[in-house]
């Protein structure tokens, strides 16, 4: 019921401004048109939907056979909004990266693009201690070179790939040209500066990358190779799938807080996901996605993010013969990108970067 009052509250407001919701407000706000965002989204949909169902025919048989059961059911994904890879057709690194340090395989990523991430590092908070938020997030202090990185480094895979995550979106940020007005220096758009971040955190899992970043023998990445392509492409799959439901969901949310959500919830994951509920469920699992309560109208940025990571990488494997450890990558990300701030439209950046529409 909270967030229900919090979604009527903010569509008040909405509608003292003139907006028929808060949804179509943040959307124009964003410089997202409604239209445009779920056409596009309507294209993922179709173009996803047969390799989803392929894979996931697969999951759902292995796991059959592992929990012996002949149903499968929403918590058989071990997560409860079935946005990760479940175990089966998981691939782990920890044990190929071994005690490696996540904030030194940062900085050398982006050396190797000519982007000195030094500053960022010393003024960072980097690991664990007593009572520290458990989070990560990359903070621009002053938007005038002052950028810091919270993390909680520990050995393992997990903060090797939030630490590049992280670290794109500093590199996006100490880039941004100083001469710029303040207003103006901050990325063309939250998305955009997650598809850096997204491009990044990709990395982990880069052959490439593995062997001359990380230092990982060519042995050991070949006999990793297939596995890891394969659970890569499952879990942008995966996650594009999932991201479907948030935003219409959202989208519902706000048209109508006192609609039946509990039921409309389930009908976008069978839609979307193919997850069916439990017998006779009836309660407001939306509202345990903490997304929906305190960064309203944000999850399609995790999409556009996605969508134009892959397409920052094909730009710099067609226009810069590729993007590990190459320094032509990194200047065309940060001229093309970062320089720019938000001197543009958040469109015209792309197009102007890719030769071509998001």
Not at 275 to 283: D, F, K, T
Not at 298 to 305: A, T
């Amino acid at each position: 019921e909270r967030v229900r009052e919090m979604a009527r509250t903010r569509n008040e407001v909405a509608r003292q401004l003139g907006w028929p919701d808060y949804f179509r407000m943040s959307l124009e706000l964003q410089e997202l048109p409604e239209a445009w965002l779920f056409g596009l989204l309507g294209e993922l949909e179709e173009l996803t939907s047969g390799p989803f169902r392929r894979w996931k025919a697969d999951l759902d048989a292995s796991l059959a056979r592992r929990f012996g059961s002949e149903v499968i059911r929403p918590w058989h994904y071990a997560d409860a909004f079935f946005q990760q890879l479940p175990p089966d057709g998981a691939v782990s690194l920890d044990g190929v990266l071994g005690d490696a340090d996540a904030a030194d395989l940062a900085r050398r990523t982006f050396e190797l693009w000519s982007i000195d991430m030094g500053r960022v590092m010393e003024g960072s908070d980097l690991y664990p201690r007593a009572d520290k938020c458990q989070h990560a997030f990359c903070l621009d202090v002053d938007r005038a070179g002052d950028v810091r990185i919270l993390a909680n480094i520990v050995p393992g895979e997990r903060w090797v790939e939030v630490m590049l995550h992280e670290s794109g979106h500093a590199a996006y940020d100490v880039s941004i040209e100083a001469r710029l007005p303040y207003l103006l220096r901050r990325p063309a758009h939250t998305f955009v500066t997650e598809a850096i971040a997204i491009l990044c955190g990709r990395l982990v899992r880069d052959e490439m990358w593995l062997r001359e970043v990380a230092g990982v023998p060519e042995t050991r990445t070949a006999d990793l190779l297939p596995a890891l392509e394969l659970a890569g492409a499952a879990q942008k799959i995966l996650f594009a799938r999932w991201g479907l439901v948030m935003v219409h969901f959202e989208r519902d949310l706000y048209s109508d807080p006192e609609a039946d959500l509990d039921a409309r919830w389930w009908e976008l994951v069978d839609r979307f996901q193919l997850v069916a509920p439990p017998p006779e469920r009836a309660a407001p699992d939306w509202a345990a996605k903490i997304h929906t309560a305190v960064a309203p109208v944000y999850y399609q940025n995790y999409l556009l993010g996605e969508l134009l990571a892959s397409q920052l990488r094909q730009t710099c494997e067609r226009e810069a013969g590729g993007l590990v450890g190459n320094r032509e990558a990194g200047h065309l990300l940060a001229e093309r990108i970062f320089a720019r701030g938000n001197s543009g439209r958040w469109d015209a950046i792309v197009g102007d970067a890719t030769g071509a529409p998001l």
